[in-house]
């Protein structure tokens, strides 16, 4: 699977072991930064993988900032785009399987490394379940019109 991936700042210091974790899987990372900890605006950054997952040169998106929430909100501003912030495994479950999530944004900011590659590996695994979940994505879809 190909990951557009990015952090903020805040996110930096958890970029390299997740990087890792995922060409140890086999999965190809686009790298959009931030590779340091000096200060950057997340919306930049937000776009940049959100709008390499909609126009299909990934397969998916993973975002990391301090709570995850700025990111997912820049993220969502693009079309095609359903991020979701999650922040443990249950979360990154259901937005894969009932809302056909294709972008995570993570917390780097209080949360332990190892439940954030938890978290990677049960998004990037789980399937969705389309069905009776399919006509609430379209739904989403729809309200992108306004």
Do not use: W
């Amino acid at each position: 699977m190909k990951i557009a991936f990015a952090t903020d700042h805040r996110g930096a210091p958890m970029r390299t072991q997740i990087i890792e974790h995922l060409k140890k899987r086999g999965h190809e990372v686009l790298d959009f930064g931030s590779n340091s900890e000096v200060s950057v605006d997340y919306p930049d950054y937000a776009a940049k993988v959100a709008k390499a997952v909609a126009a299909k040169q990934a397969d998916r998106g993973i975002l990391i900032c301090g709570s995850g929430i700025g990111m997912s909100i820049a993220a969502n501003k693009i079309t095609g785009i359903r991020a979701a912030v999650c922040t443990d495994e249950i979360g990154a479950r259901m937005a894969r399987a009932h809302n056909d999530a294709n972008v995570l944004a993570l917390r780097g900011t209080n949360q332990n490394p190892m439940t954030n590659v938890a978290i990677v590996d049960i998004f990037l695994d789980t399937e969705f379940e389309a069905g009776r979940h399919q006509l609430r994505v379209n739904k989403i879809r729809n309200l992108e019109r306004f």
